[in-house]
Every structure is written in structure tokens, then in C-alpha cells.
């Protein structure tokens, strides 16, 4: 039965069913949405481009490894199970919230865009982190949490949706994409 929905699908989405796409403009990139994953406890993990996550559920704990990128995470609420983002030793414990967690070579931002989480090294006493707040966490020093204005986050966040980017493009090139 899976192999005759397979092919169910391919006939039904099949190339000469879609129409074709227009080339775009010369300079234009478009970038896809990020990879959405539903997670088994219903929470929901969208992957920047890059990215790389391990998700280890176990009865006593949801436990996430960030190793590179950026996931913004939409988190269900289970009292009897906390949910932990684990980013080279830097923990971040949120229960039912939503929080966006980026890696980089200068160390790890926590962006809260719903309820709070807790960010802590694994010795150190946690901070509390609020919606519309960011953790900045480096090497050695512990997290400087600092509020962002809703403009900051939603530019944050941008690369959540299908993105276009046009470089070096006349105005009016750009004008006629979108009036395609």
C-alpha cells in the first residue's frame, strides 16, 4: 500500500501536472522555507538552513542538542516532563513557551517570543529569560539578557518564512517580480 501512495503521489505531482516556473530576474535568489519538523510530544522545531538538532525524548525528560544553526521552537506544555535545549553546556529549560536558539562562533543568543526559559551552564545558577528578551551567552561569562523591541524580533525571525533577495537588481526588476 505505501509504495502504491508513492506512486499515487508522483503521478498526481508530477511535473506535468505542476506548471512550469517562471526563471526569476537575474540577481534574484529565492530562499525556501525551513525545514518544520513536529516533534512526538507535539511541540514543533523550524530549522534555519544549516542547521543540525538531535532530539533525545526519554519518560523523565525532552532533551534537544542544538550542534550548529538556529531552531525557533514551539514548545507544548508536559509539567511531568521538561523540555531542554542543550547548546555546548548552556541549557535552556522552557515548559509550554516559544524561543528561538542560535549557535555561532561567538557563542549562543536565546530570543523568547512567547512565556519564559531559563538559561544556565550546567554549574551555574539559571537565568530567567522573558518573552521579548535575549540571552547573549559567550565562552566563560555568564548569559546579559536584554530586551528587543517587536521591529528587532520580527527581523530576528525573518528567515522563518520563504524569503527573496535580490542583489545588484535594478528597482523596476524587482517591481516586475512581484508583479508577475
Not at 18 to 36: Q, Y
Not at 84 to 112: I, K, P, S
Not at 114 to 121: F, L, S
Not at 127 to 152: C, F, H, K, L, N
Request: hydrophobic content about 45%.
Amino acid at each position: 500500500i505505501g509504495a502504491a501512495a508513492a506512486v499515487a503521489a508522483l503521478v498526481f505531482r508530477g511535473p506535468e501536472s505542476a506548471p512550469p516556473s517562471p526563471e526569476p530576474a537575474p540577481g534574484l535568489r529565492v530562499i525556501p522555507e525551513p525545514e518544520k519538523q513536529l516533534l512526538a510530544d507535539g511541540s514543533t522545531a523550524e530549522m534555519n538552513h544549516g542547521a543540525r538538532l538531535e532530539v533525545d525524548f526519554r519518560d523523565h525528560e525532552r532533551r534537544l542538542r542544538l550542534r550548529a544553526g538556529e531552531v525557533h521552537l514551539s514548545v507544548v506544555k508536559d509539567a511531568t516532563r521538561p523540555f531542554v535545549v542543550e547548546v555546548d553546556g548552556v541549557l535552556v529549560r522552557a515548559v509550554g513557551t516559544a524561543f528561538n536558539v542560535r549557535r555561532d562562533q561567538q557563542g549562543l543568543e536565546v530570543l523568547v517570543t512567547e512565556g519564559a526559559v531559563d538559561v544556565a551552564r550546567a554549574a551555574a545558577a539559571p537565568v530567567r529569560v522573558t518573552r521579548g528578551e535575549r540571552a547573549r551567552i559567550e565562552p566563560g561569562r555568564d548569559p546579559v539578557v536584554t530586551p528587543e523591541s517587536p521591529g528587532v524580533i520580527a527581523q530576528e525571525l525573518a528567515w522563518r518564512g520563504v524569503r527573496l533577495e535580490f542583489e545588484g537588481t535594478p528597482l523596476r526588476a524587482v517591481v516586475a517580480e512581484f508583479n508577475l
